[in-house]
């Protein structure tokens, strides 16, 4: 009975090679994670940053609900947004999504 479990574990070498595959085939996924997810996330979140902060009254933007306008001026953390002739919107600046040339 004995000899019969020793056969079905297999030899010390390969389990020893199987765990390194294993460690292996983790820091591949988790480098294929961070190329494919992570980092162009980041990018994103960096990009859109630096787009926030650079607002200026006069800029022509879009924000992330479809609306289009003229900033008319920038506060801290909200803009106003001209979006007809006399019609004036208060906005977070983080919902602006492009700014039109």
Do not use: C, W
Not at 23 to 45: S, W
Not at 74 to 99: D, F, H, P, Q, W
């Amino acid at each position: 009975m004995a000899t019969e479990a020793f056969a079905m574990a297999g030899n010390g070498a390969a389990q020893g090679q199987q765990g390194y595959e294993g460690l292996i085939m983790l820091v591949a996924m988790f480098a294929i994670f961070y190329f494919l997810l992570i980092r162009p996330q980041q990018k994103r979140a960096k990009q859109h940053k630096e787009l926030v902060s650079n607002l200026k009254p006069g800029d022509q933007i879009v924000t992330a609900g479809g609306i289009h306008g003229k900033i008319s001026s920038v506060e801290e953390a909200t803009i106003v947004l001209e979006v007809a002739t006399g019609v004036k919107m208060k906005m977070n600046r983080s919902a602006i999504t492009e700014v039109k040339q």
